[in-house]
């Protein structure tokens, strides 16, 4: 099974840039869609970014443009790069592993596993 672990939160300053990791092992992430959700204070989790086993992109209209989800095969790692942050990013970010249909892309319940979070808060 595979256990995925992610790093690169912390405090920021609204307007900076910040890159998430999400580091596999146990298993490799090449047949499963990546995906990237958050959950800020009081609020459920919502979809951010995703990176289908097929090679698609996929984003909300809020995160489009400012956020870019990628992987390295060799390194087994997905990424998830956030662009001129803002105080309304702030939320405990979640890495996804998923092998459901394309049609639930943005879904979380077809997520097989989670990493544990990796908290960023932006200071305006």
């Known amino acids: 099974q595979v256990q995925l672990v992610e790093s690169g939160g912390g405090l920021v300053q609204a307007g900076d840039s910040l890159r998430l990791s999400c580091e596999a092992s146990g298993g490799y992430i090449e047949p499963y869609h990546m995906k990237w959700f958050r959950q800020a204070p009081g609020k459920e989790r919502e979809f951010v970014a995703a990176?289908?086993?097929?090679?698609?992109?996929y984003y909300t209209d809020s995160t489009k443009g400012r956020f870019d989800i990628s992987r390295d095969i060799a390194k087994n790692t997905a990424y998830l790069q956030i662009h001129i942050l803002k105080p309304e990013a702030t939320a405990v970010y979640y890495c996804?592993?998923?092998?459901?249909?394309?049609?639930?892309?943005?879904?979380?319940?077809?997520?097989?596993?989670w990493g544990q979070g990796t908290q960023v808060t932006v200071s305006s």
């Open positions: 996804a592993a998923d092998a459901g249909p394309i049609g639930n892309i943005r879904d979380p319940g077809t997520v097989v596993v």
């Open positions: 990176h289908s086993s097929k090679g698609g992109y």
